[in-house]
């Protein structure tokens, strides 16, 4: 599992070295472009922006440790690919696969707001224990960003530290 991490950590290392020597570029339309490092408070940035879309490469790091925290791509500022995020000792505590637009499903949810009560789009969640063993599994719906909310939905599987399933849930579609 850890050389899964290391080979996405080189490739986007690699995407990133490769022929961009301009940071933080805006054109002259006032458009983000190219590579950016973004700084803040809890993490560093490095990503890809076209036409002021989020594109390519997402890495963020922790500004106190320096480990990673996330790494994913986005493509023409939407999610895609598979994202991976740690914790601050950067341990595998999850990632999100399976990203596609939502054509189908229609949700009332308690919990999160969907406008027209149709998310934008569906995932795979998959949360890892401490030892890199799959914790649980199951369908996320989010509009925007699942960095920021998202719902569980469907049937989700529980895993023992075994790799054994303990259980299914039903998350069902109403919470």
């Known amino acids: 599992?850890?050389?899964?991490?290391?080979?996405?950590?080189?490739?986007?290392?690699?995407?990133?070295?490769?022929?961009?020597?301009?940071?933080?570029?805006?054109?002259e339309r006032g458009l983000r472009q190219g590579r950016w490092i973004i700084q803040?408070?809890?993490?560093?940035?490095?990503?890809?922006?076209l036409d002021n879309l989020l594109h390519g490469v997402y890495l963020s790091h922790s500004a106190v440790s320096g480990k990673l925290q996330s790494i994913g791509e986005f493509d023409h500022g939407e999610y895609?690919?598979?994202?991976?995020?740690?914790?601050?000792?950067?341990?595998?505590?999850?990632?999100v696969e399976n990203i596609q637009k939502n054509d189908?499903?229609?949700?009332?949810?308690?919990?999160?707001?969907?406008?027209?009560?149709?998310?934008?789009?569906?995932?795979?969640?998959?949360n890892f224990y401490n030892s890199g063993m799959i914790k649980s599994k199951g369908t996320i719906l989010y509009s925007g960003s699942f960095e920021e909310d998202y719902l569980e939905y469907g049937e989700w599987i529980v895993y023992d530290t075994k790799g054994n399933v303990i259980r299914t849930v039903d998350k069902g579609n109403d919470h």
């Open 1 to 27: 599992m850890k050389k899964v991490f290391i080979s996405l950590l080189l490739l986007g290392s690699f995407f990133y070295a490769s022929g961009q020597n301009e940071i933080n570029k805006i054109d």
């Open 40 to 49: 803040t408070v809890n993490s560093q940035v490095e990503c890809g922006y």
């Open 80 to 95: 895609s690919g598979t994202w991976y995020f740690f914790d601050d000792n950067g341990t595998p505590l999850s990632k």
């Open 104 to 126: 189908s499903i229609v949700i009332n949810s308690k919990k999160i707001y969907f406008k027209g009560g149709k998310p934008e789009f569906v995932a795979t969640l998959v």
